[in-house]
């Protein structure tokens, strides 16, 4: 018994039933709520779909921005990623790097880069080098952070282990360490995949030149008051950010599947 | 300080004290030889500093009085916690001490092969260690020691989480270790029916700053039947080390 709380024993079907709901309160509405002039606020769900994606045009159009985002989502978490285990390995090398190292990692955090575009468009052009960089910037800082934690929560006894063969820096950060923070590392990509998808969408609407992702495809409909397309364009950016999480979540428990089971055992 | 004779002991400790950085007094005036072969069992209250005295013989710390002193070209250490690495296998976990020392596959693959089957574990080398019961992977940890052919083995009550029957049934494993390895063995407990049953000799420490109170000899030879847990010479050290750790009443 947990608290009165019972497991359904089909777990799709209430989400299912919500989601039949929303569409319903959607349709409710688009034809009860707006009178046919302010339809275009919310056009009904089936409209989205016809001139969104059923339109050959307007389809190919959508999923030229999806690629060119996803490109740049995907390959700024990838240079984020590598760029951000190296600084957490650095980092964790000695306590003197960390806290030299530590306030700026804090500002870059709190800093807004979407603030930045302008002036990263002014010094790099508004091509895809810059809005991979706004992406890596975007999605630097969990990384770093979840991959030093993972590093340095590694057990005393682990470490006594390795101290008493007599290993050395490498040994135990390639066999010891690196391991043992995968999870704290993955963690860390989900935090971040979802940042990354932020930043080559909403970096996108910054942009305004350039080939158009899906997020100044969202600008433009905007301006043209195109809502169906509007609304499908922003469906597709909400899908691609949901695809990237639940494949890190699928990733993340395969290749740390010793984690959430382990029970003591060290 | 006193002179230590090293000459045919593993390890051993002349006058040795341990005072830690906060003030805390660990151990103080710990005299004690362990000669090639001997298995000795160190039982004392807790945090009488027994961990203290593993970790002073493995030289994980040093002593701030006396001398340690080893003779043993190799020493493993069985730690209370198992402290298998969980994204390993069995096998893999067992070679590490080989790969960290740079031997060759075949001859890490050779040792690893021989400690799991000494453990009894060959139809598991495949699995990892969360899905493995406690007892098991306390064997693995041992196997993983014995990939050392350790002279010295230090062993911090590796049994003390396991349950009485798991417990009595790796004593009788380890003695046969012991029996096909003759390593010697420093080994420390909280039970006192493990203690005697394991031991050559039983040294029983005071509560902080630990010194040895009391050293009792354990008649029995090796191999040591099970059986002999119920004979009346052993009932009668128990009782007297028992007794001892209890101390005059306060």
């Given at each position: ?23 319903g309160?959607?349709y409710a ?10 339809r275009?606020?919310?056009?009904p769900?089936?409209?989205v779909?016809?001139v969104?994606f059923?339109?050959a045009a ?13 490109e ?8 984020a ?5 190296a ?13 030299s190292?530590?306030p ?6 709190t ?10 468009g ?12 706004v ?6 800082f ?5 991959t ?7 057990d005393?006894?682990h470490h006594d ?8 820096r490498?040994a135990r ?17 989900r ?23 899906i997020?100044?495809l969202?600008?433009l409909?905007?301006g043209?008051?195109q809502s ?18 639940l ?7 395969r290749v740390?599947d ?9 | ?17 341990k005072?830690y ?18 298995f000795i069992?160190?039982i004392?209250?807790s ?12 030289g994980?710390?040093?002593?701030t ?5 080893r ?14 690495l ?7 976990n067992v ?20 400690a799991i089957?000494?453990?009894?574990l ?7 260690p969360h ?32 349950d009485?029957?798991t ?6 494993e380890?003695?046969r270790?012991?029996g096909a390895?003759?390593?010697a ?11 005697v ?8 420490l ?6 040895i109170?009391?050293?009792f ?12 847990r ?21």
């Amino acid at each position: 018994m947990n608290g009165g709380r019972t497991a359904p024993r089909r777990p799709w079907i209430p989400p299912l039933v919500l989601f039949v709901v929303m569409i319903g309160v959607w349709y409710a509405v688009s034809y009860l709520l707006l009178s046919p002039d302010r339809r275009f606020l919310l056009p009904p769900p089936h409209a989205v779909v016809q001139v969104g994606f059923l339109d050959a045009a307007n389809r190919a159009e959508l999923l030229t921005g999806l690629r060119l985002s996803t490109e740049v989502a995907l390959i700024g978490l990838a240079v984020a990623t590598v760029v951000g285990v190296a600084l957490a390995i650095v980092m964790a090398q000695a306590t003197w790097i960390e806290r030299s190292l530590h306030p700026y990692l804090v500002i870059l955090q709190t800093i807004p880069i979407l603030a930045l575009v302008p002036l990263f468009g002014f010094w790099f052009g508004f091509g895809f080098f810059t809005r991979v960089l706004v992406c890596v910037l975007i999605a630097l800082f969990p990384i770093v952070t979840n991959t030093l934690f993972g590093l340095l929560s590694v057990d005393q006894a682990h470490h006594d282990l390795f101290t008493l063969q007599g290993a050395g820096r490498l040994a135990r950060l390639w066999k010891l360490q690196l391991p043992a923070a995968l999870p704290s590392i993955f963690t860390g990509l989900r935090i971040s995949a979802g940042l990354a998808v932020i930043g080559a969408v909403v970096g996108d609407f910054f942009f305004r030149q350039g080939e158009p992702g899906i997020g100044a495809l969202i600008d433009l409909y905007r301006g043209r008051l195109q809502s169906e397309q509007l609304f499908a364009a922003v469906a597709l950016a909400s899908l691609l950010g949901l695809a990237v999480f639940l494949a890190f979540g699928a990733l993340s428990r395969r290749v740390t599947d010793w984690h959430s089971t382990q029970d003591g055992g060290h | 300080m006193v002179l230590a004779q090293t000459i045919g002991a593993a390890l051993s400790f002349s006058g040795v004290g341990k005072r830690y950085g906060d003030g805390t007094e660990a151990l103080s005036g710990i005299d004690l030889t362990v000669a090639p072969g001997e298995f000795i069992s160190v039982i004392g209250p807790s945090g009488c500093g027994k961990s203290t005295l593993l970790r002073l013989a493995a030289g994980l710390t040093t002593a701030t009085q006396g001398l340690v002193e080893r003779d043993a070209r190799s020493v493993g250490y069985v730690f209370q916690d198992p402290t298998l690495l969980p994204w390993r296998s069995v096998q893999a976990n067992v070679e590490l001490f080989g790969e960290l020392n740079g031997l060759p596959k075949a001859e890490r693959r050779r040792r690893a092969d021989e400690a799991i089957a000494l453990v009894g574990l060959t139809e598991f080398t495949r699995r990892r260690p969360h899905t493995l019961s406690g007892g098991m992977r306390m064997r693995v940890s041992l196997a993983r020691s014995l990939t050392l052919e350790p002279e010295l083995l230090l062993l911090d009550e590796p049994f003390g989480s396991l349950d009485e029957i798991t417990r009595e049934r790796l004593n009788d494993e380890l003695l046969r270790m012991f029996g096909a390895r003759r390593f010697a063995a420093l080994f420390v407990t909280h039970s006192v029916a493990e203690a005697v049953f394991l031991a050559t000799r039983v040294i029983v420490l005071s509560p902080r700053p630990g010194r040895i109170l009391a050293e009792f000899h354990v008649p029995f030879g090796y191999p040591r039947p099970g059986e002999a847990r119920f004979s009346q010479e052993f009932a009668r050290i128990a009782s007297q080390v028992s007794a001892c750790l209890r101390g005059p009443l306060t």
